[in-house]
């Protein structure tokens, strides 16, 4: 089953129509819901994982395993590390002062 039809499922099990009512009560932004029951393929950050977790009252590795992530549902996944000062680019503008 993937995480779209389990959202689905549980929204029809719940009796809710409207696909706003659900992003309020999954607690997610309304084109975030669009997506995923529109294509079926969402692909949840970490956040969103432990927000649908709540919903389906699931743990977030299983929803994590559900929307297709390798990853855990804790972990961060790429980007926003510290970078070394090798890799920063060289500060262009005037000459320090003497």
Same mark, same amino acid.
């Given at each position: ?27 997610? @932004?309304? +084109?975030?819901?669009? %997506?995923?029951?529109? &294509?079926?393929?969402? *692909? =949840?950050?970490? $956040? ?25 549902? @804790?972990? +961060?996944?790429?980007? %926003?590390?510290?970078? &070394?000062?090798?890799? *920063? =680019?060289?500060? $262009? ?6």
């Amino acid at each position: 089953m993937s995480l779209a039809k389990a959202v689905a499922k549980k929204q029809k099990s719940m009796g809710i129509v409207s696909k706003i009512a659900l992003a309020a009560v999954v607690g997610v @932004s309304i +084109p975030t819901i669009y %997506k995923l029951l529109k &294509s079926g393929r969402g *692909r =949840p950050n970490a $956040r969103t994982v432990n927000r649908y977790a709540k919903f389906l009252r699931m743990s977030a590795t299983k929803v994590a395993a559900l929307a297709g992530r390798a990853e855990s549902a @804790s972990s +961060p996944s790429r980007g %926003k590390g510290p970078r &070394s000062a090798s890799s *920063r =680019p060289m500060k $262009r503008g005037r000459a320090a002062k003497a």
